[in-house]
């Protein structure tokens, strides 16, 4: 399995520091689960995380955004596909949201 930190290149917020303390077993497991699932095909670290930037834009999570548009970045993503994934939202889960996470987007610093 490999090794990741919750966040690339960003400290955890401080909310998601705090349930790492008090609930390290149930954190533990959570990176387990998520590792297995990212491992379970060819897809490589860009594109699931472009999927995860759409999917988090899809349920509005803001938070999972941040996080996989560090990754994102990380592993090479352009800004022109981490667009393209935003926009991927749009017809699933409506207009305002794709435009939040563009807002999102826009307002995060490159790293």
Do not use: N
Request: glycine letters at 10%; proline letters at 6%; a positive charge.
């Amino acid at each position: 399995m490999k090794k990741r930190s919750v966040h690339t290149g960003s400290p955890a917020p401080a909310t998601l520091r705090g349930f790492q303390r008090k609930f390290p077993e149930v954190w533990k497991a959570y990176e387990g689960f998520r590792e297995a699932c990212d491992d379970q095909g060819p897809l490589d670290t860009k594109t699931r995380e472009l999927i995860k930037v759409a999917i988090s834009v899809a349920l509005g999570r803001t938070g999972g955004l941040v996080a996989h548009l560090d990754r994102c970045r990380a592993a090479g993503a352009s800004k022109e596909e981490i667009c393209q994934a935003i926009l991927l939202a749009a017809p699933l889960a409506g207009f305002p949201e794709t435009l939040a996470g563009f807002r999102v987007f826009q307002k995060q610093p490159t790293r």
